[in-house]
């Protein structure tokens, strides 16, 4: 079992910053993935960004260069550092954990990115 809470979303400007955080219920160490997906209205969810427990990250096209997932000080939080946001960005932010196969989804917190 693994909760997941996201925080950090909010109202930005186009080419503003913000920093998502996801805090797991347990140490990060014993997940398999960690990774944050969006999802805009009327759109399908979309895979964002991935950190597995050995370090590697992965990228969506549309992020690469701008966004950055990376493990915190804390054993159990990960982190989403989004810079010069595009309206295109907006939409509901999850954060997801694989553990032994079996996927697990935060709540969601929202970002705006106004033009």
């Known amino acids: 079992q693994v909760q997941l809470v996201e925080s950090g979303g909010a109202l930005v400007q186009a080419g503003g910053s913000l920093r998502l955080s996801c805090a797991a219920s347990r140490s990060i160490r014993s997940i398999n993935s960690m990774g944050w997906y969006r999802q805009a209205p009327g759109k399908q969810r979309e895979f964002v960004a991935t950190i597995t427990s050995g370090g590697s990250t992965n990228y969506a096209d549309s992020v690469q260069g701008r966004f950055t997932i990376s493990r915190g000080d804390a054993t159990n939080t990960v982190y989403l550092q989004m810079n010069s946001l595009k309206p295109e960005d907006t939409a509901v932010y999850y954060c997801?954990?694989?553990?032994?196969?079996?996927?697990?989804w935060g709540q969601g917190t929202q970002v705006t990115v106004s033009a």
């Open positions: 997801r954990a694989i553990r032994i196969t079996v996927p697990y």
